[in-house]
């Protein structure tokens, strides 16, 4: 690579971290998982639990089916630095650019051409889907960083040196850290079984190495996640009935699916990944190909059968980099015709474009998104210590003005939503103006309040954002709200509730 194309990577890679950093707290807006994992870690902070305090008719006891891992290091992480928006995600998005590294790792030691590695970093970092996951305050990147980790160190053992053991169980060590953020991570665990046989039936001369290599890694696993599950759950009878035999939400979520999101590209390139298999599989004996092959294929597999939605572009972040290595590393990287390459730039230019738009819908609508004028608003009508309850976009603002906080949506069925918030009495309901079932508040649990503001930003927009407004790409997010206040003497109490 010449001086003036490393130039550009770099100046290109401190833009777009840049453009990152100060876009962490503007998209999205807080939203459903986002505000529950905060709330999980708010009571791992004050509590040592995993209570979904924020959603208290949703979940009745302890939301353990993720593990402690990603909610002690939030809680690492907000003890430091302080709690915030920006504080919750930025965890997240470091661990998403480590795991552009670590597949910069992978690339080079599965030998691949300068220009195939190029392509397969700057494909995935530019993915809509992975850059949607590096702002959405969720532990997948963290998930994802583990089971990466384990896969570099795990191929490293030098079976002619003792510390080929200890490859074994660093590795195990690291796929028991990736099961206790996220178990859905296990679908890669397809591609240990499948390297097991490689390496049994490739190193004849070190059988019995390679089955300790294995037992180290189990035994490592297994007792991390036997202390969890004994520790927690008492049984592993319990485990399996806590979730998924009593679970209905985690049977949505396990197995083959069509359900989920919308198709989006998820879809082509899991068609151009199966065309680059068929291509290596005829070239499987050069370089580094059976590996590669071993590495992508079983864990395409198992991603799209133990998720659900999956194959329809549910989750596809987690799966972004497999399939980007296997139809780079099928194409681009063993051949030197000219089409897949300009394929791969294609997709390259697709992509920047996609992040090019989004960067600047965001930026035409700053000011709807202004957390901090919306936080100043809402700070003047509700006062320190009052308890709310509110839409999701509203957690952080009332948490840092010291408002207890309850979500007003995805919080149990309507009827009874309706009475658990009269027999709690809150103080205040902040409702965003686009929330749906407002006419239903509106005709039934807001009689007891009065209305007292409408926050807004007002401010004109500018030429640019004018100009923007007009593309067909639209990004409907704002965090105007309608504020209410309970009527005093209405029955519900005599007093706000502020401490």
Same mark, same amino acid.
């Given at each position: 690579m010449n001086k003036k194309h490393t130039v550009f990577i770099v100046v290109a890679s401190i833009?777009?971290?840049?453009?990152?950093? =100060?876009?962490?707290t503007y998209s999205p807006l807080p939203w459903f998982d986002e505000v529950s994992f905060a709330g999980i870690t708010e009571s791992y902070?004050?509590?040592?639990?995993?209570?979904?305090?924020?959603?208290?008719?949703?979940? !009745?006891?302890?939301?353990?089916?993720?593990?402690?891992?990603?909610?002690?290091?939030?809680?690492?992480v907000v003890k430091t630095l302080g709690f915030s928006m920006f504080t919750f995600r930025v965890s997240g998005f470091l661990f998403g650019l480590v795991n552009l590294y670590l597949i910069y790792r992978i690339c080079r030691h599965l030998q691949f051409k300068t220009i195939a590695t190029v392509l397969t970093v700057t494909i995935v970092a530019l993915d809509p889907m992975y850059n949607q996951f590096l702002h959405n305050g969720r532990m997948d990147m963290l998930t994802l960083f583990f089971f990466l980790g384990s896969y570099l160190i795990f191929v490293k053992a030098d079976y002619n040196r003792p510390s080929y053991l200890l490859y074994g169980i660093v590795t195990g060590a690291l796929l028991g850290a990736a099961m206790l953020t996220n178990p859905r991570i296990s679908f890669t665990f397809l591609f240990y079984v499948?390297?097991?046989?490689?390496?049994?039936?490739?190193k004849k001369g070190t059988v019995g190495k390679v089955l300790l290599k294995y037992v180290a890694l189990g035994a490592?696993? =297994?007792?991390?996640?036997?202390?969890?599950?004994?520790g927690k759950?008492?049984?592993?009878?319990?485990?399996?009935?806590?979730?998924?035999?009593?679970?209905?939400?985690?049977?949505?979520h396990i197995g083959f699916s069509l359900d989920g999101w919308k198709l989006n590209q998820s879809?082509?390139?899991?068609a151009y990944a199966v065309f680059a298999?068929? =291509?290596l599989f005829k070239r499987r004996k050069e370089g580094k190909n059976a590996e590669l092959l071993l590495l992508t294929l079983p864990v395409i597999v198992g991603f799209n059968l133990l998720i659900s939605g999956a194959v329809t572009g549910r989750y596809y972040a987690l799966i972004a980099p497999f399939t980007t290595l296997l139809y780079i590393g099928g194409t681009v990287n063993i051949f030197e015709s000219r089409g897949y390459k300009w394929v791969g730039f294609a997709v390259v230019g697709v992509f920047a474009a996609l992040f090019a738009v989004k960067a600047m819908v965001i930026a035409a609508s700053l000011d709807s998104r202004d957390k901090d004028y919306y936080s100043r608003q809402l700070a003047a009508v509700i006062p320190k210590g009052a308890t709310a309850v509110a839409d999701f976009p509203y957690y952080y603002m009332l948490r840092q003005n010291d408002n207890e906080y309850q979500c007003l949506e995805e919080n149990g069925v309507f009827p009874q939503k309706i009475k658990f918030l009269r027999e709690k009495k809150y103080d205040f309901v902040v409702m965003s103006t686009r929330n749906v079932d407002t006419s239903l508040y509106r005709s039934d649990?807001?009689? !007891?309040?009065?209305?007292?503001?409408h926050v807004v930003n007002n401010k004109q927009p500018n030429g640019f954002a004018k100009a923007v407004k007009k593309l067909p790409y639209r990004i409907h997010d704002s965090y105007d709200c309608y504020v209410y206040r309970r009527i005093l003497g209405s029955g519900h109490g005599d007093s706000l509730n502020v401490k």
């Open positions: 833009v777009y971290v840049a453009y990152h950093l =100060l876009t962490l902070i004050k509590n040592n639990n995993f209570f979904e305090a924020t959603r208290q008719l949703s979940w !009745d006891g302890e939301k353990l089916m993720y593990g402690p891992v990603y909610f002690a290091l939030q809680a690492a499948g390297y097991f046989f490689y390496e049994f039936i490739g490592t696993f =297994l007792s991390l996640y036997a202390w969890w599950i004994y759950f008492g049984s592993l009878e319990n485990f399996v009935a806590v979730n998924y035999t009593n679970s209905k939400l985690m049977r949505e879809v082509l390139f899991y298999a068929v =291509l649990f807001l009689k !007891d309040y009065e209305f007292v503001a």
